[in-house]
Every structure is written in structure tokens, then in C-alpha cells.
């Protein structure tokens, strides 16, 4: 029978914070009194953490491993865990403890009882965030509301989903979704349930500056054909000064003045490429993306899922991952 609730766990290098994350997770879903399974997918990870997992599934059968062959980004490993899951409802979650696993007992409470299909799970307070991460972050929900997208302000990648949801967001055609803007966009009966977002147990974040800078341009370009609409606005202001250039020069001659003929020059031509490097590489971003969907290359490839092997009744074979024997200590 499939289990009433399947919680998804991307994990990439986690091999400081996952003796406590299990932690605190599993006395949250034992006392759900509902049917589980915890759907640890990991993302190629180059430490212990295949170890690790391998040795609390031992002891917790509720737990299952879905190994990766390569490192394939944090979105692609949610939906290498959503394609696998079978619960009635799918709980997202990081495991770096920044979304306590606590909230996910009210998140399907809210969600039985107001009958919606998703419940997002809404950072109402972000002090553990540096002032930069908190301006950025307002600036980027600010900006996708503005281009039309719809979802919860400060609604990341922690949400609950119904089995429906679930089916509907793995027919979509895109291979580079950003889950936290195409949720949104199917457009079903949703709640939100409010939390304080702590800071990283444990370990550093797999996000640095250039992997957000990535996924907020695959953001925009995914969700709204607005920014080339921007690429035609500048076009038309680059008209509006020439005219305007040329307008003064004409009225500079017939009154007699000097003017210095190169300022005016490098104003119009650096005007000019600016725009138009601007259209070309909006333009490119969209091509690319075009041309990423017409390959249609799979995002990530399953090397191992712990599920299918007891289902056959094989071991896995980890002997090249096993631990250094610290390790191994501090996970018991």
C-alpha cells in the first residue's frame, strides 16, 4: 500500500547536519499516526552522506535512499524525488534545517481539513538571514509579482502537495523548472502556514551567489516573456535620445554655437550597443532555453533506489563510500 505521506529531501554533501536532521524529523512523523516515507535523494555527494543513509535506513524503515549518478541542482533532485514518491500528499524539504521539519504536522492538518491541494510554507520571519539575502530576496519576489507571476511571497521550496499536484507538475514540459514558480502557476486551491526560518544547523549552504543569480534567471525567463518586451522599450528610449541629439545639434548650427561633435558621438553609439546588447542577450537566454527544451535531454539520471533493491531483495554496495569511523560514531 502506498503511505499516506512521502517527504522529499534533496541532500548534496550533508554529512554534518544529518544526524540532525533524523534527528528531529522522525519523532515529527512517527506522531503524525499516519503512514510515511522519507525519500532522501542524493545529489551526487562526494562525502559520507551515501554512508550515512545507507546506515540509518537499517534502522528506520520508513527512510529510502534515491542516489543520483551526478550532481544534477537542487530542483532536479526535488523532482527526481517527487517522480519517485508515492504518498498521498509530497512534503518538500532541505535538510539543512533552515524549515523546521516541526511545521509539516500543521501543514497536513491544513491541508486535510481546508480541503486545497497545496500549502506553502511562508518565511514570516527571516532575522537569521543577512541583510543581503533578506533585501535580495524581497527584490526577487518583488520582481517575479511584477511580471505576473503568481505564488506566496517568501515561499520557497517548503510546501506541501497533493498526489494530484504532484502528477500535474511532473506533465509539465519544462526541464529546467524552478518548482517554487511553476507550483504556483497551475493555479490550485492552496493555504499558507507561517514560520520563523532558523539559521543552517550545520555545515555551509550549497547556494552561493552564482547558483541564486541562476536560478533567479531561470526564474524570470521561465516564468514571463516580459524581459523581451524590455529589449523593445530600450530600443524605442535609444530613438527618443537620437531624436533628441539630433535636435539639439540642429539647433546648436542655426544658432551659431561650437559643439564638440565626439561627446555627442560616443553618447549615441554607447547608447545604441547597450540596448542592443541587451536585447541580444535576453534573446539568447530565451534561444537557449528553446533549444535546451527541443533536446529534451533528462535532467538527472537514478543510479540506485533503495526501494527497488529491497523489492528484489539485493544489498547495496557501499564499500567504496563507507565513512571514516568518526563518522560513523557521531551519526549513532
Not at 286 to 294: N, T
Not at 305 to 325: F, K, N, V, W, Y
Request: with cysteine.
Amino acid at each position: 500500500m502506498n503511505p499516506h505521506l512521502s517527504v522529499v529531501v534533496p541532500m548534496f554533501d550533508e554529512e554534518s547536519v544529518l544526524p540532525l536532521f533524523v534527528e528531529r524529523l522522525r519523532p515529527v512523523l512517527d506522531d503524525l499516526r499516519a503512514s510515511y516515507e522519507v525519500v532522501c535523494v542524493d545529489d551526487g555527494s562526494r562525502d559520507a552522506t551515501p554512508a550515512l543513509l545507507e546506515r540509518y535506513r537499517r534502522a528506520w524503515p520508513q527512510l529510502r535512499v534515491v542516489r543520483l549518478r551526478a550532481n544534477s541542482g537542487h530542483q532536479a533532485a526535488i523532482s527526481a524525488g517527487l517522480a519517485r514518491a508515492r504518498g498521498d500528499w509530497a512534503v518538500t524539504i532541505d535538510a539543512d534545517l533552515q524549515d523546521p521539519p516541526e511545521v509539516i504536522s500543521e501543514m497536513l492538518r491544513v491541508g486535510t481539513e481546508r480541503g486545497v491541494d497545496v500549502v506553502y510554507g511562508v518565511r514570516t520571519d527571516r532575522s537569521s538571514d543577512t541583510f543581503f539575502k533578506r533585501v535580495t530576496a524581497e527584490g526577487f519576489y518583488a520582481v517575479m509579482a511584477r511580471l505576473g507571476a503568481r505564488g506566496a511571497m517568501n515561499a520557497g521550496d517548503f510546501r506541501m502537495m497533493s498526489r494530484a499536484t504532484v502528477d500535474a507538475v511532473l506533465a509539465l514540459p519544462e526541464t529546467n523548472r524552478v518548482l517554487r514558480l511553476a507550483v504556483p502557476t497551475l493555479g490550485f486551491p492552496s493555504a499558507e502556514v507561517g514560520y520563523r526560518r532558523e539559521e543552517r544547523a550545520a555545515g555551509r549552504s550549497k547556494y552561493p551567489l552564482s547558483k541564486m543569480l541562476r536560478l533567479s534567471l531561470d526564474a524570470v525567463t521561465g516564468a514571463s516573456s516580459a524581459p523581451l518586451r524590455l529589449a523593445t522599450w530600450c530600443g524605442l528610449l535609444g530613438l527618443l535620445v537620437a531624436f533628441g541629439v539630433g535636435a539639439f545639434a540642429l539647433w546648436a548650427k542655426v544658432m551659431g554655437h561650437s559643439v564638440t561633435g565626439w561627446a555627442s558621438t560616443i553618447v549615441v553609439i554607447s547608447g545604441f550597443g547597450a540596448a542592443q546588447l541587451l536585447g541580444l542577450g535576453l534573446l539568447g537566454e530565451y534561444v537557449g532555453r528553446m533549444f535546451a527544451a527541443v533536446q529534451a535531454r533528462p535532467t538527472h539520471y537514478v543510479a540506485y533506489d533503495s526501494l527497488e533493491e529491497s523489492a528484489l531483495g539485493r544489498q547495496p554496495s557501499i564499500e567504496h563510500l563507507a565513512p571514516e569511523p568518526a563518522v560513523i560514531a557521531h551519526a549513532s
